[in-house]
């Protein structure tokens, strides 16, 4: 029996997250992948897909200038319904918490197909924060068929929601398959040498969360500066996502500052190399949450809740949200103090051991009967 599967992937981070599993599926025979985009990052997904050399089987290319949260949910939900009914998949695979994510769970639902999640059992308990991945998240939950949770948790946020104890798999989370693979030394490109050329400490930033548009951004990014002011031998770069809302208040804050640089946000691979060079993260960023502490960098998270408490409880990130003397005190704490940073430095992994996309293939050979059982050793 091939097991036939439908990948989905609409972002960048889905794109990092799913391609281990992608890979991992299309080098067993007992597989055939297709993969499907929305294409709602339509660059930043493309550059994953290459780095990783991953092709897309069926672009969507549903992403259009200015449209709201509804016009995407239909727009991926009519394209993946063609999709389903076109591939006729034995399962549909999605990962994370996008539009995209619970558009695929609903086009499985509708055509009776079962949904794996993969990073199944994120929450933080408030609908709206972040938002709107809290209730995609959610949604997408009630019609998973396999969930997938990185850690014990995310299984046990589901089990809470009465989810049956026996289609909830611990895998880790495939974001540390990713990452072992793109952190491997490499030079950086001739765009980016100046993070090896120049002195002081780095400051990488992330931030683009939708809850945060607006006043609670510019109000990050003046903490950015302050810090800047306090430290004066530090350098910020910042990643700036292609949102418009989110460049204009960065440009307007940060972009005359002589020790800014607002740049593209790079390749994966690149951007990796810029988190192992990194002295300090500030991030909205969900992912990062999981890379930046397995390469040992302290991380200053810029929101109120996070769905990934892992990190927290294991005191290599910490929750600042978008505040500005937050961002002065705990950036300049960490940046000046040796031991304050020293004791949030260490190497934490509490997502996995990089074979999560392994397990995830193991758990689809035994639900549709290629094996008998989950080897001995399956336990992240």
Not at 114 to 120: L, S
Not at 161 to 170: C, Q
Not at 174 to 198: C, F, G, M, Q
Request: glycine fraction near 6%; charged fraction near 20%; proline fraction near 7%.
């Amino acid at each position: 029996m091939t097991i036939n599967v439908l990948a989905v992937m609409g972002t960048r981070p889905e794109a990092v997250k799913m391609a281990p599993v992608v890979r991992t599926l299309r080098a067993d025979s007992a597989f055939g992948v297709t993969v499907a985009l929305t294409a709602q990052h339509r660059e930043m997904l493309d550059q994953v897909l290459r780095q990783f050399e991953i092709q897309g089987d069926v672009d969507l290319d549903i992403m259009r200038p200015g449209q709201t949260l509804g016009q995407i949910t239909i727009r991926a939900l009519e394209g993946l319904e063609r999709v389903i009914a076109d591939v006729k998949p034995d399962i549909v695979l999605a990962q994370g918490d996008t539009t995209t994510v619970f558009a695929a769970a609903l086009a499985a639902f509708y055509a009776k197909v079962p949904f794996g999640h993969v990073e199944a059992g994120l929450r933080t308990g408030n609908m709206y924060s972040p938002y709107p991945e809290e209730a995609n998240r959610r949604l997408a939950g009630v019609l998973t068929a396999l969930h997938f949770a990185p850690t014990a948790s995310s299984r046990d946020n589901l089990l809470k929601e009465n989810v049956p104890a026996e289609t909830i798999f611990v895998t880790g989370n495939t974001v540390i398959d990713a990452l072992l693979y793109a952190a491997r030394p490499r030079p950086l490109p001739a765009e980016l040498a100046w993070a090896d050329e120049e002195s002081g400490p780095l400051i990488l930033v992330t931030a683009h969360r939708r809850e945060n548009w607006g006043e609670p951004m510019r109000q990050a990014c003046l903490g950015m500066r302050d810090l800047l002011e306090r430290v004066p031998d530090a350098r910020l770069v910042y990643a700036v996502h292609r949102n418009p809302v989110v460049r204009e208040t960065a440009q307007s804050v940060l972009g005359d500052h002589p020790r800014v640089r607002l740049i593209e946000p790079p390749d994966y691979f690149d951007f990796v190399q810029l988190l192992k060079r990194a002295r300090l993260i500030l991030t909205d960023s969900g992912g990062i949450q999981e890379e930046a502490p397995s390469l040992g960098v302290p991380v200053l998270v810029l929101r109120d809740t996070t769905e990934r408490p892992e990190a927290v409880e294991a005191g290599v990130a910490k929750l600042i949200g978008p505040v500005r003397a937050a961002i002065l005190e705990e950036g300049a704490r960490l940046l000046t103090d040796p031991a304050a940073h020293a004791a949030m430095a260490r190497a934490a992994n509490p997502y996995g051991d990089g074979g999560a996309a392994t397990r995830i293939a193991q758990v689809l050979k035994v639900h549709f009967g290629v094996e008998a059982a989950l080897p001995a050793a399956f336990a992240v």
